[in-house]
């Protein structure tokens, strides 16, 4: 009963503020999303040869490395710097990210030529053509532009117009991916040219966007030198992301083989539930988080608290609840061969779990801009992350590939809550308490 009255009113809020509203359209909309390769993968495995779907997947990685690069954490610079700033402000500053992804866009398509021009044997030695390079950078360029203004939707709370974008974007992905690769024969181009054409639709519809309300790309080299300051260790700690966890799929295959690496990338699919639930929440949070911390005030700071152990012990039920469902239903989704995954489903289930703990507390380092931090915390939990793995692998087999992603993320969420609680001002153990006059 207790526990009810502390809680009451941060769920009152919570409804009054549309939480629950944006989350199911971010789930939704993520699900959707995320789904493509699913939706696709009975077409492409069909009229694809393995060795032109070992090129599309080539594209995939590269795309989303120089995605990364190209947007040198302008999402994350725009989030920081929305609230407590002035429309003009949010303006100029829009303008300098959009500048910032021109400039990075410029400098790889000069990096591109002079490779081509002089040195062949790079492409050669990660074993892709500068056609899939020059497409996949392409590709990236408009993804960027378009994830920035995806984020300033997320920003200002326009749900409904977010998941038009989104979903409309996937939805003509999907359509003229099939009836390229399907009626034209275009093969693992077609796929590409789908990608491309569809990141080209709405990465205009963006710029439409950004001018008419007044967000022209600009190049102020005072701000170009924070944002360079602030993004770098951002970009850099995605990058280092996405290579630990790419590693770790290597590793298996070292240590123990291919057969392994495919019970392993089976469970890891069923992980990511918690990924796509902890991503859905923070995009509906994050409005509500820096809107109330700006504010720097009793109530909207016990407001926060209540939120972020709320989700953390829901999460928590949601993760043991769903890892036991799967362990029981799971000889009736795969084959026999798969089998091996259910025990490792609950150990990558609470590394997402951790993950989400470590993102909730993510936010008061960004509050206060200390993306070095931030970024160094993630690449150290990487390398952890990473020497866990190699040392566990050999000792106990495909386990210890799922232990240590779940040593990674609970190293991470460990400590950066150690940082945040050391660090912010915030009512930690009030939030706990119900104060009737004051909740």
């Given at each position: 009963?207790?526990?009810?009255?502390?809680?009451?009113?941060?769920?009152?809020?919570?409804?009054?503020?549309?939480?629950?509203?944006?989350?199911?359209?971010?789930?939704?909309?993520?699900?959707?999303?995320?789904?493509?390769?699913?939706?696709?993968?009975?077409?492409?495995?069909?009229?694809?040869?393995?060795?032109?779907?070992?090129?599309?997947?080539?594209?995939?990685?590269?795309?989303?490395?120089?995605?990364?690069?190209?947007?040198?954490?302008?999402?994350?610079?725009?989030?920081?710097?929305?609230?407590?700033?002035?429309?003009?402000?949010?303006?100029?500053?829009?303008?300098?990210?959009?500048?910032?992804?021109?400039?990075?866009?410029?400098?790889?398509?000069?990096?591109?030529?002079?490779?081509?021009?002089?040195?062949?044997?790079?492409?050669?030695?990660?074993?892709?053509?500068?056609?899939?390079?020059?497409?996949?950078?392409?590709?990236?360029?408009?993804?960027?532009?378009?994830?920035?203004?995806?984020?300033?939707?997320?920003?200002?709370?326009?749900?409904?117009?977010?998941?038009?974008?989104?979903?409309?974007?996937?939805?003509?992905?999907?359509?003229?991916?099939?009836?390229?690769?399907?009626?034209?024969?275009?093969?693992?181009?077609?796929?590409?040219?789908?990608?491309?054409?569809?990141?080209?639709?709405?990465?205009?519809?963006?710029?439409?966007?950004?001018?008419?309300?007044?967000?022209?790309?600009?190049?102020?080299?005072?701000?170009?030198?924070?944002?360079?300051?602030?993004?770098?260790?951002?970009?850099?700690?995605?990058?280092?992301?996405?290579?630990?966890?790419?590693?770790?799929?290597?590793?298996?295959?070292?240590?123990?083989?291919?057969?392994?690496?495919?019970?392993?990338?089976?469970?890891?699919?069923?992980?990511?539930?918690?990924?796509?639930?902890?991503?859905?929440?923070?995009?509906?949070?994050?409005?509500?988080?820096?809107?109330?911390?700006?504010?720097?005030?009793?109530?909207?700071?016990?407001?926060?608290?209540?939120?972020?152990?709320l989700y953390c012990v829901s999460l928590f039920c949601f993760t043991l609840l769903y890892a036991y469902i799967i362990k029981l239903l799971l000889p009736y989704i795969v084959g026999r061969d798969f089998y091996g995954a259910a025990p490792l489903i609950l150990t990558l289930c609470l590394a997402h779990f951790f993950d989400g703990i470590w993102r909730m507390f993510n936010y008061f380092l960004i509050h206060k801009k200390r993306t070095r931090v931030?970024?160094?915390?993630?690449?150290?939990?990487?390398?952890?992350?990473?020497?866990?793995?190699?040392?566990?692998?050999?000792?106990?087999?495909?386990?210890?590939?799922?232990?240590?992603?779940?040593?990674?993320?609970?190293?991470?969420?460990?400590?950066?809550?150690?940082?945040?609680?050391?660090?912010?001002?915030?009512?930690?153990?009030?939030?706990?308490?119900?104060?009737?006059?004051?909740?």
């Amino acid at each position: 009963m207790r526990v009810c009255c502390v809680f009451r009113p941060l769920i009152k809020k919570i409804l009054t503020a549309k939480i629950l509203h944006r989350f199911v359209v971010y789930i939704t909309s993520g699900g959707l999303n995320g789904a493509i390769g699913f939706m696709l993968l009975p077409v492409l495995t069909r009229y694809l040869t393995a060795h032109e779907y070992g090129v599309l997947e080539n594209f995939n990685i590269l795309r989303m490395v120089l995605g990364v690069i190209l947007l040198y954490g302008a999402n994350t610079l725009l989030t920081m710097e929305y609230y407590g700033s002035d429309e003009q402000h949010r303006k100029v500053y829009c303008g300098n990210l959009l500048g910032t992804i021109l400039f990075n866009v410029c400098v790889l398509f000069l990096i591109i030529l002079l490779v081509f021009l002089f040195d062949q044997h790079i492409l050669l030695a990660v074993k892709v053509t500068i056609g899939v390079v020059i497409l996949a950078s392409l590709c990236a360029f408009l993804n960027s532009v378009f994830t920035l203004q995806l984020t300033l939707l997320q920003i200002e709370k326009k749900a409904a117009k977010y998941a038009i974008l989104i979903n409309g974007n996937t939805l003509t992905n999907i359509v003229l991916s099939i009836i390229l690769v399907v009626v034209f024969g275009l093969g693992w181009a077609g796929r590409v040219y789908g990608v491309i054409v569809a990141l080209a639709l709405f990465f205009f519809i963006a710029i439409y966007a950004f001018f008419r309300r007044g967000m022209l790309p600009k190049f102020n080299l005072s701000k170009q030198k924070t944002i360079f300051i602030l993004g770098l260790p951002l970009m850099l700690s995605q990058v280092s992301s996405w290579i630990t966890l790419s590693a770790n799929k290597l590793l298996v295959n070292h240590f123990i083989g291919l057969s392994e690496m495919g019970v392993y990338a089976v469970a890891t699919k069923f992980a990511l539930i918690i990924f796509m639930l902890n991503t859905a929440f923070c995009q509906a949070w994050m409005p509500f988080f820096f809107e109330n911390i700006n504010k720097n005030k009793y109530n909207s700071n016990i407001a926060i608290m209540r939120g972020v152990y709320l989700y953390c012990v829901s999460l928590f039920c949601f993760t043991l609840l769903y890892a036991y469902i799967i362990k029981l239903l799971l000889p009736y989704i795969v084959g026999r061969d798969f089998y091996g995954a259910a025990p490792l489903i609950l150990t990558l289930c609470l590394a997402h779990f951790f993950d989400g703990i470590w993102r909730m507390f993510n936010y008061f380092l960004i509050h206060k801009k200390r993306t070095r931090v931030y970024g160094g915390i993630v690449i150290a939990a990487g390398l952890v992350g990473f020497v866990a793995s190699y040392w566990l692998l050999p000792v106990i087999g495909v386990s210890g590939a799922a232990w240590g992603v779940l040593i990674s993320f609970a190293f991470g969420a460990a400590v950066t809550t150690g940082i945040v609680l050391k660090s912010e001002k915030m009512p930690w153990l009030k939030a706990l308490k119900y104060n009737a006059n004051r909740a």
